[in-house]
């Protein structure tokens, strides 16, 4: 038997925050890739300290669903899991190349543990962005005309945050799908505020790598792209700003096709998945973005 955990950083002040995991996570168990699918959370329950507890299987194939890697993923996981031996080192990663690492579990040592890198930083995520844009603009086609920003938190704190953010901008680029691609941060320099005065494209995309939607894609974006003086009286999609419009997609994280990637990774860990991400970009086709 293999087991499938999900574990996502959750919210006590946003009920919304884990919907995009809860949602995932069913459309995988709905593929019947593993025999279990289960979800666990730093900030709500069920909590990762004692999700693997939860799981009869063997083999179990834990996901981070976190854009970056950092202390997060490098720490709180692995310490709340009680993952035996483990090192950061191990991973051998330059901030974006993570994969896996197999560890016994110490409260379940009957249980082997195959803990992935995030989800932000898998090549795959590169195709959810695109599809965002998709979404936002309903055009399968959007490129020829438009120009693409991909967001980040951005931080000093941890310099993996913007590189993930790089990462995939230079991704999407050199697709030579968009007019242009331009990687913005919240906290650093070039600063979403100033979105307009990247682009000469009239439409302009906007998708924020974060997991789910919250204060930061709901509230602070919008105003500080000048979408709306107060995000409590909502804006258009698009709205016109400085002469552009701005196609404002919110949260990457609840795209349907993010499953996509929690799959990518598991299976890059040498998860059985059959034929389960064929049918899952299938499916996420027809259906609504996580938490529509």
Known sequence: MQALVI??????????????????ADTIREVGAFDEVRTGFWKEEPSIREVLRTVESDEVYVVPLFISEGYFTEQVIPRELRLDGWDVADWDSDGLSATHVTLPAGDVPEKTVHYCGPVGTHEAMTDVIVRRAESVTEDPDVGDGFGLAVVGHGTERN????????????????????????????????????????????????????????????EDIPEDMGLTDDYRTGYDVPTEVDGHRIWYAGAVGTEGLMADVVLERAADAGADIGDALEVVRERTRKTPMAGD
């Open 7 to 24: 574990v996502a950083h959750g919210s006590h002040l946003n009920p919304d925050s884990s919907t995009p995991t809860y949602d995932h």
């Open 159 to 218: 310099e993996n945050s913007a590189k993930a953010i790089e990462y995939h901008a230079q991704r999407v680029r050199d697709m030579d799908r968009f007019d242009e691609v331009q990687a913005l941060y919240m906290d650093e320099d070039p600063e979403v505020d100033d979105v307009t005065d990247y682009f000469d494209a009239d439409d302009i995309v906007v998708v924020p790598l974060f997991v789910a939607d919250g204060f930061h894609t709901q």
